[in-house]
């Protein structure tokens, strides 16, 4: 029997049912901003999973815990976790103003990696940033 080889799926990493190019796509490639941050947390995973590297380092606080100087050493990092990682599904638990709960389900090296964090968000201007994380 002839298998055909199935396309690979065009629905956004973020499962928010829509198709990339309508999704996350245009926060990744500049044409518009998340303007919340459960749009900016959904975005920065399908980021993960495409390895949008850029935009991961360009939607961080500057001035919180998880900016780093070196943004060579940082972008390296963020593309092996990337790379190594077998993203499988995101779910959002919770929203607040400015936070998000969530949990990614995840396996590294055939490991389970899952986790729940609260990220929070800052406004600055227009635009939102991931500020810091907690993990439960
Ligand atoms: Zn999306």
Redesign the pocket.
Same mark, same amino acid.
């Given at each position: 029997m002839k298998m055909k080889k199935k396309k690979r799926s065009n629905l956004?990493? /973020?499962? =928010?049912s829509?198709t990339?190019a309508k /999704? /996350?796509?245009q926060?990744h490639s500049g044409k518009a901003e998340a303007d919340s941050p459960e749009a900016l947390m959904? =975005?920065r995973? =399908?980021a993960y999973v495409k390895g949008e590297i850029d935009y991961l380092i360009n939607t961080t606080d500057m001035n919180g815990p998880l900016w780093r100087n070196d943004r060579d050493e940082w972008f390296e990092e963020l593309s092996l976790f990337s790379r190594e990682t077998h993203f499988q599904g995101l779910e959002i638990l919770d929203v607040s103003s400015h936070y998000v709960r969530f949990e990614a389900t995840l396996e590294i090296d055939g490991n389970d990696a899952s986790f729940i964090e609260t990220s929070r968000f800052t406004e600055e201007g227009e635009k939102w940033f991931y500020h810091s994380a907690e993990f439960e």
């Amino acid at each position: 029997m002839k298998m055909k080889k199935k396309k690979r799926s065009n629905l956004c990493p /973020c499962q =928010s049912s829509l198709t990339y190019a309508k /999704c /996350c796509k245009q926060f990744h490639s500049g044409k518009a901003e998340a303007d919340s941050p459960e749009a900016l947390m959904r =975005s920065r995973y =399908s980021a993960y999973v495409k390895g949008e590297i850029d935009y991961l380092i360009n939607t961080t606080d500057m001035n919180g815990p998880l900016w780093r100087n070196d943004r060579d050493e940082w972008f390296e990092e963020l593309s092996l976790f990337s790379r190594e990682t077998h993203f499988q599904g995101l779910e959002i638990l919770d929203v607040s103003s400015h936070y998000v709960r969530f949990e990614a389900t995840l396996e590294i090296d055939g490991n389970d990696a899952s986790f729940i964090e609260t990220s929070r968000f800052t406004e600055e201007g227009e635009k939102w940033f991931y500020h810091s994380a907690e993990f439960e």
